[in-house]
């Protein structure tokens, strides 16, 4: 048997920004570790048909089917069953109480402030449970929404003193600054101070395009740390996390208005990627 609950929130952002929060896969991290430390989910892009796994650390959770996804609008889940040790399982007389429930995310966007309706038939023995800490999650994705920025990380094999080098050496830059083959950055240069400023040329190879991606540093942290603000006034924060011959790279950015966000977080991973690349084969 199970329980019908709502949960609500009002946010200060809009409705997009509150689905990036809600579904995109860092922030998805963030708001859920209210329920489990390290929880996540297995999704094929969270298409409407498709199955997703909602998993622990451990490989244990709950598979489900997304029954509705209306961008910006609204997501729907139906529960299917039990996942151990990332495996999916048959229903047995436990999980029959509970398969074929619904949860489902309804955001509803007035003036640049978007309202977010959760509603879930929960089992009775997890009732208890979710009233704590679904109010909790929601505090976190609602920080989120109104602060958002887009987040892209990878860990690159090498020191941190190596990898701050070919970060902020206009020598090196000019080998990795670029987000696909038919790109390059045929010229930078590289103020790293605060007050200072750098400048990256972006063109396709062909000609066709190009243009100069600048900034202005706010803060520097040697091997730790970068914050800077662009030309458009969007701000930047890059955190790199030595721990001996590895280092973990977080950037976190605003978003701008003229590109989707999904276009905009493949794009800077695309150039963390190949950084990462370069970084490895140029040790």
Known sequence: MTVKRE???EIYADARMVWYALWDDVHYRKWTSAFNEGSYAKTDDWKEGSTVHFLNPEGNGMFSIIT???SFQKMTFTHKGEIKNFIEQPVNEKSAEWVNGIESYTLTEQNGMTNLLVEANLPEDFVEFTDQ???VAL???KESAENF???????VNAPADVVWEKWNNPDN??????ASDDWH?????????IGGKFSYRMEAKDGSMGFDFEGEYRTIATNQLIEYVMADNRHVKIHFEGEGSS???TIAFGPETLNSYDLQRDGWQSILNNFKKYVEENM
């Open 173 to 178: 830059v000019i080998g990795w600054n670029f």
């Open 133 to 135: 800490t679904f109010p």
């Open 68 to 70: 509705e996804n209306k």
């Open 149 to 155: 920025c887009i987040i892209v990380q990878t860990t």
């Open 185 to 193: 950055c045929p010229k930078a240069t590289n103020d790293l101070r």
């Open 247 to 249: 280092t973990a790279i």
């Open 139 to 141: 505090r976190i994705l």
């Open 7 to 9: 949960y609500k929130i």
